[in-house]
């Protein structure tokens, strides 16, 4: 007996020796850690980290300004479709001189899906490593299984290989190379930031196991599976004292009176309570293009909650958020890509005065709908119009721009206005959207600070 038992003991010792040196871990062979990962992006308490949103990069090869692509870009709701190589390009130099210790993107970085354009993305990103700047992605709802994806030549579309979740993976490697852990279920994953925090990168979106032939999903859910998982990493963090911090695509909570349906995580039920026992801080999504923080009124401790308007659209801002040891604190910035163009670049007039290009785009294209609604009403009133239709541009830059913490004689002058009194007489805004536009009661939207 003692004999078998010895060998016994010899054959599992081989075994073991042998799948550590074949790469193979205890700890993979159980799909859990029994100790902190050792895998941080930083070590120590101190870290900066770069949050933004919604890109919507369509490759340069998908195009070629020809009247199908002219004709998207001015239906593409104020996305800046025209330079956006220019912008990732001088994002990649700005965080190259800042030197954050990584970029979050928190989904639809592509336009609608187009495996070419993660394919660029993966380029213009690749001199971040040289600088030890980790790139960390969730898609969007646009990103996986898009059935949009289209190549746009002359007066004609034609479909394009689309993204799956493999090319997700293989191609953003950073996210998932050095996590603590990734779900099965979805293309979420958990990655260790420093020594107290952790950032769980939550994958929101429905799309198809294969190629699709439709429209993506607006909406977004969460996989019982994925839940499961979620917690998992909730419990990991409590045991090993680490911090969590949450990022989406789709939103917890509704930030305006036109963002639910779509926009809020459709189980959303069963993801506040997860956050309330594990004491989650603090989340960051994108989605609705709209700067905005918010918490719920109604609990006395809740998670806060981040928007990132998307980077497509003016302002084109990123948050920077620092990290220490009892404190986690957000700035919005906008980027200046100014300083990063050529001599010839330069000579452009919209590049020179790109802020001013970018607003004029949001201004012309959001007048636009409203030109389109109030057509038939006011057709003969043609210069009261245009004052109602920048009047409805002036809400919603307040509002997607997170200066929509007017006060209440800004509030009652813009409200007096012709233009205004015009928009709300011929139906074209409701009241209700005006006023929770302008005037945010819940946070300040640009900045935060968190305690612990």
């Known amino acids: 007996?003692?004999?078998?038992?010895?060998?016994?003991?010899?054959?599992?010792?081989?075994?073991?020796?042998?799948?550590?040196?074949?790469?193979?871990?205890?700890?993979?062979?159980?799909?859990?850690?029994?100790?902190?990962?050792?895998?941080?992006?930083?070590?120590?308490?101190?870290?900066?980290?770069?949050?933004?949103?919604?890109?919507?990069?369509?490759?340069?090869?998908?195009?070629?300004?020809?009247?199908?692509?002219?004709?998207?870009?001015?239906?593409?709701?104020?996305?800046?479709?025209?330079?956006?190589?220019?912008?990732?390009?001088?994002?990649?130099?700005?965080?190259?001189?800042?030197?954050?210790?990584?970029?979050?993107?928190?989904?639809?970085?592509?336009?609608?899906?187009?495996?070419?354009?993660?394919?660029?993305?993966?380029?213009?990103?690749?001199?971040?490593?040289?600088?030890?700047?980790?790139?960390?992605?969730?898609?969007?709802?646009?990103?996986?299984?898009?059935?949009?994806?289209?190549?746009?030549?002359?007066?004609?579309?034609?479909?394009?290989?689309?993204?799956?979740?493999?090319?997700?993976?293989?191609?953003?490697?950073?996210?998932?190379?050095?996590?603590?852990?990734?779900?099965?279920?979805?293309?979420?994953?958990?990655?260790?930031?420093?020594?107290?925090?952790?950032?769980?990168?939550?994958?929101?979106?429905?799309?198809?196991?294969?190629?699709?032939?439709?429209?993506?999903?607006?909406?977004?859910?969460?996989?019982?599976?994925?839940?499961?998982?979620?917690?998992?990493?909730?419990?990991?963090?409590?045991?090993?004292?680490?911090?969590?911090?949450?990022?989406?695509?789709?939103?917890i909570y509704q930030h305006s009176t036109r963002g639910k349906q779509g926009y809020v995580i459709d189980n959303v039920s069963k993801l506040k309570p997860l956050l309330e026992k594990y004491d989650v801080k603090l989340s960051f999504a994108g989605h609705i293009h709209a700067q905005d923080i918010a918490a719920d009124p109604d609990k006395s401790n809740p998670t806060v909650e981040v928007l990132s308007s998307s980077f497509a659209v003016t302002p084109k801002s990123y948050g920077v958020i620092n990290f220490s040891k009892d404190e986690i604190t957000y700035q919005k910035k906008n980027l200046d890509i100014r300083p990063f163009l050529t001599a010839k670049q330069k000579q452009n007039k919209d590049l020179a005065n790109y802020p001013n290009y970018l607003k004029k785009l949001f201004y012309d294209d959001t007048k636009a709908i409203m030109y389109e609604r109030l057509f038939y009403k006011m057709k003969d009133k043609q210069e009261l119009m245009d004052e109602a239709a920048t009047a409805f541009a002036d809400v919603n830059w307040h509002f997607f721009t997170g200066t929509d913490d007017l006060s209440s004689a800004e509030i009652a002058k813009f409200t007096s206005t012709k233009g205004y009194q015009a928009l709300i007489k011929y139906g074209g805004m409701k009241e209700g959207y005006a006023q929770t536009s302008l005037n945010d009661t819940n946070m300040k939207d640009n900045k935060l600070t968190i305690k612990y």
């Open 1 to 251: 007996m003692k004999t078998k038992k010895r060998r016994y003991l010899i054959s599992a010792a081989l075994i073991i020796f042998a799948l550590i040196i074949g790469g193979v871990g205890i700890a993979q062979l159980y799909g859990s850690h029994e100790e902190p990962s050792t895998k941080k992006i930083v070590s120590g308490n101190d870290a900066k980290v770069w949050v933004l949103s919604d890109p919507h990069f369509i490759a340069d090869s998908l195009h070629d300004f020809g009247s199908q692509y002219t004709y998207m870009m001015h239906t593409a709701a104020s996305k800046d479709l025209k330079y956006q190589s220019i912008g990732i390009k001088s994002l990649v130099k700005q965080a190259i001189k800042d030197k954050p210790n990584a970029i979050v993107i928190t989904g639809d970085l592509t336009f609608n899906g187009e495996y070419a354009s993660i394919k660029q993305l993966e380029e213009y990103f690749k001199p971040l490593k040289a600088h030890n700047i980790k790139m960390l992605v969730i898609p969007g709802n646009h990103d996986i299984y898009d059935g949009w994806a289209r190549k746009f030549s002359g007066d004609e579309q034609t479909k394009v290989a689309q993204i799956s979740p493999a090319d997700w993976k293989n191609t953003f490697v950073e996210t998932y190379e050095d996590s603590h852990s990734s779900d099965p279920a979805s293309l979420s994953t958990n990655v260790q930031l420093n020594d107290k925090y952790q950032l769980v990168l939550l994958d929101t979106n429905y799309y198809s196991t294969t190629a699709s032939n439709t429209a993506p999903v607006t909406g977004g859910y969460l996989r019982d599976k994925t839940l499961t998982w979620l917690k998992t990493q909730f419990e990991y963090g409590k045991k090993h004292n680490l911090r969590t911090i949450l990022f989406t695509h789709h939103n």
